[in-house]
């Protein structure tokens, strides 16, 4: 028999601890990164970059983002899509799990995302997921997207 009051104090813990905890930029592994190959992710690391913070320390201005891809001898839409994404990652509830899904929805930096309705979003991101997958089952859930738009909130507030 299964005790299902440890699974009830353990939703509320979690409950309270999203109510109380103050976001803090997230910093990943490049090849944590969606959507870059293994090519990719050597020429980044080649360049010195190694980490999503690093990667938006040296992509903050379109200049910046034009001299990396030249210096990666790629496309700046690549570098542009990189940047956006590691951009979402900062965000620790959407952290490398779901920055590419936000894009793919429309949403490219924090603060799109914290002045986004959760309504809006939420029905653009099931749209998208039964579009792609036919399911809408592997949605997030609005208080999962509610949850990442809180915390673009306050990253913004910290400046």
């Not at 109380?20 to 050597?42: F, H, K, M, V, Y």
């Not at 001898?73 to 994404?85: C, D, E, R, T």
């Not at 929805?105 to 099931?126: E, N, V």
Request: charged letters at 15%.
């Amino acid at each position: 028999m299964v005790d299902w009051s440890i699974f009830t104090l353990m939703k509320a813990k979690h409950r309270n601890a999203k109510s109380t905890r103050c976001a803090s930029r997230s910093n990943w592994t490049i090849d944590r990164l969606p959507g870059l190959s293994d090519r990719e992710q050597a020429r980044l690391k080649s360049c010195g970059i190694h980490s999503t913070g690093q990667l938006l320390q040296q992509s903050q201005t379109p200049a910046q983002r034009q001299n990396l891809a030249a210096r990666l001898q790629v496309h700046v839409q690549y570098v542009n899509k990189w940047s956006a994404l590691a951009n979402l990652a900062q965000i620790p509830s959407v952290g490398c799990d779901y920055c590419g899904l936000l894009l793919h929805a429309g949403i490219s930096s924090p603060t799109q995302l914290a002045q986004t309705s959760l309504p809006r979003l939420h029905r653009q991101i099931l749209k998208l997921q039964v579009a792609t997958m036919q399911r809408q089952d592997l949605c997030p859930s609005l208080d999962q997207v509610s949850t990442w738009i809180d915390e673009a909130r306050q990253l913004l507030l910290q400046g």
